[in-house]
């Protein structure tokens, strides 16, 4: 099986020198397709079925060296791109995660499945939908869902032959923290909850609560949910490679999703006071103001209370110690994302 080390989001590879060479397609997601030799109906001749890993990366903009970057430093995907074809005019169906995965995954634009919010599950308006995994499922294929493929509170489990967790994460993974800063503010807020009769607990038995927008933890890549389903993943490649049957396998990635939480050897790439900021940070002239981010989701995280609404005054004001938070990280995505081996 001829392997390819690609760990972030992607592009389209073909290489036909070898019955297992991949190919890679993206819409800020990947898409390897290796191929499979099956036989079936006593046939004698084998043949050729694409294997498939899917690898979508959540809220991933364009910005890295492919797309003309030269702040963020992404040289696997950059050596990726040149090795393929990079779409520069891929659009997303609406730029709120739950519907752009619904609409993806079914084919359908949000409006035919009415979800345009985090809350709603498509299958409430089409039940029988075929998804993209599912589709796979009906056509003899093992599919298998780890991580962030549809929205993380919406699984949809019934698309999937096998839907792993890893032991030790929350049923969404998104907020895990390591330093001692922010479990504090996690068990400051945990015994709030419980004096108040509240409770935060998922179906796993995790206590579900966020805190800093940020964490810089001179850690293992495994600390991290990303890092400890790479490691997974390449686990379960290795035990698909031995069987004839084809599969579908999906690595959803968190980051660069908030909280922005990575390793310390990924912060220490870069200097903070290099970070530039959008030269016009004022919301356009005569715009209606529901038409302007006001950044509501950074706001609810311990460290970011106080930013300034859109239109009060620039980031340019906030210190360079602080513009840290704001910056749209992906030196959080860990780089290279999947080594295949």
């Keep these: 099986m001829t392997h390819s080390k690609v760990r972030n989001t992607g592009y389209i590879k073909s290489n036909y020198q070898h019955v297992r060479n991949l190919l890679l397609i993206p819409v800020f997601s990947l898409l390897i397709v290796s191929f499979c030799a099956c036989s079936g109906g006593g046939k004698k001749s084998e043949q050729l079925v694409p294997n498939i890993l899917f690898i979508p990366i959540d809220d991933l903009r364009p910005e890295f060296g492919a797309y003309g970057s030269e702040l963020v430093k ?84 019934i698309s999937w032959t096998e839907k792993p967790h890893i032991d030790g994460f929350p049923f969404d993974p998104d907020a895990v923290y390591a330093n001692e800063e922010n479990i504090k503010i996690q068990e400051l807020k945990i015994q709030k909850m419980k004096d108040a009769g509240r409770s935060s607990i998922d179906q796993l038995g995790h206590w579900y609560v966020k805190a800093n927008a940020t964490e810089n933890a001179d850690v293992d890549d495994d600390t991290y949910f990303d890092g400890a389903q790479t490691t997974l993943a390449i686990q379960i490649l290795q035990e698909l490679e031995s069987q004839k049957k084809p599969f579908f396998l999906s690595v959803g990635y968190y980051r660069p999703h908030l909280p922005i939480n990575a390793p310390k050897k990924y912060w220490d790439m870069y200097d903070r006071d290099e970070i530039p900021l959008a030269e016009n940070q004022f919301p356009p002239e005569g715009s209606p103001w529901y038409a302007v981010h006001g950044d509501a989701e950074l706001r609810w995280y311990d460290d970011c209370h106080d930013l300034p609404l859109p239109g009060e005054k620039p980031w340019i004001s906030i210190p360079p110690s602080a513009r840290w938070q704001v910056f749209p990280f992906l030196v959080i995505c860990r780089e290279p994302v999947l080594s295949l081996c």
């Design 74 to 157: 992404t040289p696997h995907l950059d050596q990726l791109a040149q090795q393929g074809v990079t779409f520069t005019r891929a659009y997303c169906q609406q730029a709120v995660c739950n519907p752009s995965r619904a609409s993806l995954l079914t084919g359908l634009r949000p409006d035919s499945i009415r979800v345009w919010n985090l809350t709603t599950n498509f299958r409430d308006v089409v039940p029988d939908v075929v998804t993209l995994p599912k589709f796979f499922t009906q056509h003899g294929y093992t599919t298998i869902g780890i991580g962030k493929t549809f929205h993380n509170t919406i699984p949809d489990t």
